[in-house]
């Protein structure tokens, strides 16, 4: 049986990946940033995309990663119904903080609450994977699972897929610089060497560990000496103005870490409490405030619920 609600409009959050040790396994979402989607369902069978606002995206519906992840949805479901979408971009695209994973999650999870959630939010995490299909060429988990399942998420495993729920310590606070330029996920994942040393895999499987292990026990000075990435950042911080100077003021400056978001160009800095969180923001600002190209610094608490329904 339907929900009686047959619109919802919802907050889909951005979110930083990889959080450095871990490449297409780790990410986190966030608080303070997110597109707005508005989803309805319609006697028309079929899928929609009737207003897009804040970016040039496609509204065909097999060109728009919102459109393709809820025809996956529905090709399981197995009810005809027709959903309309209506996307509000707040997170731009190529931004590196989960943009496309913020339509693809926001309008899978929104349908599913529309039909009295048939599919948990496990089972959604592989429909919005099938829109970052799309956007990227590789499917990836590690913006929609924390976009929908909130906090820090780990992909343990891709075949079969299996994502896991993290703990995140209260204090944490994010702090993301996005310098106005953009960065293809298909040309980021292009500098990419295919092979790895095995001195640099064991390097980086250290960190990974260290990393879940300090979010359980709420170890911030593991969780900083683990923010680590000996793989995939020295190739492509190159393609990231001043990235080295940010990395090095944030740290100056208290961070826990500091790494590329997802890929890029926006670059994250983790750290304990508000106070600190702020004097990054500050410092990394000063670095870019030098560079002439305009730049958005969004500071946020880690978004333990993902999703939220506004209305």
């Known amino acids: 049986m339907q929900s009686q609600t047959k619109r919802i409009k919802v907050f889909a959050p951005a979110t930083v990946a990889n959080l450095s040790c ?83 999650a926001g309008a899978v999870w929104a349908v599913n609450h529309l039909l009295d ?32 399942l909130g906090g820090f998420t780990l992909v343990r495993s891709y075949d079969p897929l299996d994502v896991i729920k993290l703990h995140t310590p209260k204090d944490l606070v994010m ?45 911030y000075d593991l969780i900083g000496r683990s923010l680590e990435d000996v793989i995939i950042e020295p190739m492509r911080s190159i393609l990231i103005p001043e990235f080295n100077n940010v990395k090095n003021a944030a740290i100056q400056n208290g961070a826990l870490g500091c790494g590329i978001s997802g890929s890029g160009p926006s670059i994250f800095a983790l750290s304990k409490g508000m106070d600190t969180a702020k004097k990054v923001a500050d410092a990394i600002r000063e670095v870019y405030a030098t560079t002439g190209l305009d730049f958005d610094i969004h500071i946020s608490k880690i978004n333990s619920a993902g999703i939220k329904i506004l209305e």
């Open 22 to 104: 871990g490449f297409d396994v780790l990410g986190c979402c966030l608080d303070t940033v997110g597109d707005e989607m508005i989803i309805s369902l319609s006697s028309e069978p079929g899928v929609r995309i009737t207003k897009i606002e804040g970016a040039d995206l496609p509204i065909e519906t097999d060109k728009n990663v919102a459109g393709v992840a809820v025809k996956a949805l529905l090709e399981i479901y197995e009810k005809e119904i027709g959903v309309n979408i209506e996307i509000y971009k707040n997170i731009k695209a190529g931004s590196g903080i989960g943009s496309s994973a913020a339509s693809s």
């Open 117 to 148: 959630n048939p599919f948990s939010p496990h089972k959604l995490v592989e429909f919005a994977m099938e829109g970052e299909k799309l956007a990227s060429g590789n499917a990836h988990a590690d913006n929609v699972a924390p976009a929908l």
């Open 175 to 219: 702090t993301v610089i996005h310098p106005q330029i953009e960065v293809k996920t298909s040309d980021a994942r292009s500098v990419i060497k295919q092979k790895v040393t095995l001195k640099q895999a064991i390097h980086q499987w250290g960190n990974l560990g260290g990393l879940v292990s300090g979010l359980f026990t709420e170890d």
